[in-house]
């Protein structure tokens, strides 16, 4: 089991950017499939960005595709999502999500696939 602990949350204006860090516990790191999801007020969790273990393929929702890139150091044991270009709508509690996998080039989608998650990070965007 991973433990994960997010960070780099925080306030910011429309259109800057900002870097959320996923720490991971353990030595086994590169053998975890991991995303990153968020939860805004009032609405369901959703899926932002998936990553493959090796790093090699990632996968992200249409509301953030070609703003967002997501990313992970193995050797460091951590996994990073860059956001540009931030709009209100992303205003949300982002939280990161491991799975350990067999394949090193599955990306994962569903919240249902993910039993490892942090506590979340607050982002948010004024207009």
Known sequence: ???????????????????????????????????????APGKEREFVAGISRSGSRSYYDDSVRGRFTISRDNAANMGYL????????????????????????????????YPDWGQGTQVTVSS
């Not at 602990?5 to 030595?27: K, N």
């Not at 956001?83 to 919240?111: F, G, H, R, W």
Request: glycine fraction near 8%.
């Open 82 to 113: 860059q956001m540009n270009s931030l709009k209100p709508e992303d205003t949300a509690v982002y939280y990161c999500a491991a799975k350990q996998v067999v394949s090193t080039s599955t990306v994962l989608i569903a919240q249902l696939s």
């Open 1 to 39: 089991q991973a433990q994960l602990v997010e960070s780099g949350g925080g306030l910011v204006q429309a259109g800057d950017s900002l870097r959320l860090s996923c720490a991971a516990s353990g030595r086994t790191f590169d053998a975890y499939a991991m995303g990153w999801f968020r939860q």
